[in-house]
């Protein structure tokens, strides 16, 4: 892999840009590898990433059966924040924001990290209440949030009308060190860092099938012919159950239509990331200068990766009110994504009833955000056979023994 | 748009007027059930790309719990019945099989 750096980009003007390499090869299939990662979307591409890098393990593919992080990790809406109530989640999340904070150095990728500042409007009285108390939960977690006023919401975001009448802004709950990355970036930069340490990534490569011997999974028939493996790692989001299924175990799981927005680029006018929960939207500006606008999921399971309008209107409608600057933009682009959601709303890290098969799905509506943190936690658990710290509390098992990490019930919605 | 025909008032009616309540046919298990079956009936969830049972009510109608039957990889609507049933009747299997000849119940 050759370095991306100042000087190459000087070498390579003097010579009309002929001496770039691709950025990740893409090799047909070995007979078998040690570790087989089924997915090739943010978290899937981070777990290979960081068996390779915290624990030397590099003979490893990474398949994927469309393209490289054509998922969930390029329909979101970008935002990376770590301001949780409970603590398993914080800790996650927490590790993956300030993993963010170096991963372009690290990737030797640029992945546009922008530590903006994330803010959680509190609309209801309701809400003022609960933002005290995960402010006062963050800081005993280590994570910086502050409650602040209207005031101070009405400075850092001067287009926010915060006097209702309807939803007027009673406070925030503001994150300055969360914000925004270059989604695509995340996946192309760990893409080009795994393939830089000899990993294979096989796209357009679908998996029809989990062979297992005496209980544990010994490789995967897929539409370029069976890939052998000792650990398989299934890190495919919406399509988790299908894939579960095809090892045959269930999963607490169901596959609904989040959707996203983006408006027609306009000049920079909020350089904030601005959560409104009480009416379920979001909204950040792209550096392009779109208002990107994310709403609520649709109440039934959907493969179709589209959404119900009435959810867009619903959103839009309420966030005009707030940003009142909303009315006169015309919205470009709508598109949906399958997400996972599991009861609590809180994702699994997890061991399988199959041997050395693993599972890192149930993020909902919330992935980006945790690609770093999920990636090291999934590599952790693949390596050592076991969950460490950050892993232990997100296993499969917690919905029998009743030990759920409840932030549906600490968000009031899906997050 | 969904548009689902509730079987009890006979209105036909989209999604706006429609509250979703996922799988349909679940077993209950309650006191005296294993583990087990407990977190089976409370978690597991079939979750299938195809063909998908599921409860709806007609929220801002007649109020009242219906079944429908439903494929969630095109949105194709294959029936609704009433939700006074433990499987889905005879007509609605014979309406899928007519659309999805590979289907497995």
Redesign the interface.
């Known amino acids: 892999m050759k370095r991306y750096s100042v000087f190459a980009i000087a070498r390579e003007a003097l010579r009309h840009h002929s001496g770039w390499d691709r950025a990740w090869a893409s090799p047909e299939p070995r007979a078998s590898y040690d570790v087989v990662i089924v997915g090739a979307g943010g978290h899937g591409l981070a777990t290979a990433y960081y068996l390779g890098k915290n624990f030397g393990i590099t003979n490893v593919a990474v398949i994927e059966k469309g393209w490289l992080g054509g998922g969930n990790t390029g329909r979101n809406t970008t935002i990376i924040r770590s301001n949780y109530l409970q603590d398993p989640s914080a800790a996650i999340y927490e590790k993956a924001r300030s993993l963010y904070e170096t991963l372009s150095q690290d990737l030797n990728y640029n992945v546009m990290f922008s530590p903006r500042g994330v803010m959680m409007l509190a609309q209801t009285h309701h809400e003022v209440r609960g933002y005290l108390r995960t402010a006062h939960a963050n800081a005993l977690q280590g994570v910086a949030t502050e409650f602040i006023t209207p005031q101070r919401v009405k400075e850092l975001c001067p287009i926010m009308n915060i006097d209702g009448p309807r939803y007027p802004v009673l406070g925030a709950l503001w994150q300055p060190r969360g914000g925004t990355a270059r989604h695509d970036a995340v996946a192309w930069g760990y893409a080009r860092a795994c393939s830089a340490m000899g990993m294979h990534i096989i796209q357009q490569c679908e998996v029809k099938g989990v062979r297992s011997e005496g209980g544990a999974v010994t490789g995967v028939e897929t539409t370029k012919g069976f890939i052998g493996c000792n650990k398989l790692g299934i890190v495919v989001a919406g399509h988790s159950g299908q894939v579960a299924d095809m090892a045959g175990f269930r999963l607490p799981v169901e596959a609904v239509a989040l959707q996203a927005l983006v408006s027609e680029p306009i000049k920079p006018c909020m350089d904030v990331v601005v959560m409104a929960n009480t009416v379920h939207g979001y909204m950040s500006q792209s550096d392009k200068g779109e208002m990107v606008i994310g709403g609520g999921t649709d109440g039934f399971n959907n493969f179709t990766q589209r959404g119900s309008f009435h959810h867009i209107e619903e959103t839009l409608r309420a966030l005009v009110e707030t940003f009142p600057m909303l009315s006169r933009l015309k919205m470009l682009r709508q598109w949906g994504g399958i997400v996972d959601m599991t009861g609590d709303r809180s994702p699994i890290i997890s061991k399988t009833p199959l041997g050395n098969c693993f599972i890192n799905c149930g993020w909902g509506t919330g992935g980006f955000k945790a690609i770093p943190g999920s990636g090291w936690a999934m590599a952790e658990l693949m390596a050592k056979g076991e969950p460490g710290p950050l892993a232990r509390d997100f296993n499969l098992w917690r919905f029998r023994e009743g030990q759920f990490i409840d932030e549906s019930v600490a968000a009031g919605v899906a997050h | 748009?969904?548009t689902l025909t509730c079987p009890c008032c006979g209105v036909t009616a989209e999604?706006?007027e429609l509250?979703?309540g996922?799988?349909a046919h679940l077993k209950r298990f309650g006191p005296g059930s294993t583990?087990?079956e407990?977190?089976?009936y409370?978690?597991?969830?079939?979750?299938?790309?195809g063909v998908?049972f599921?409860r709806w009510r007609h929220a801002y109608g007649c109020g009242k719990w219906f079944l429908a039957a439903?494929c969630?990889?095109?949105?194709e609507v294959f029936g609704t019945y009433p939700a006074q049933t433990t499987e889905p009747p005879a007509a609605i299997l014979d309406a899928i099989r007519a659309r999805r000849p590979d289907w497995k119940a």
């Open positions: 748009m969904l999604e706006t509250a979703p996922y799988e583990d087990a407990f977190e089976s409370m978690f597991a969830r079939k979750n299938p790309k998908h599921e439903r969630t990889a095109t949105l």
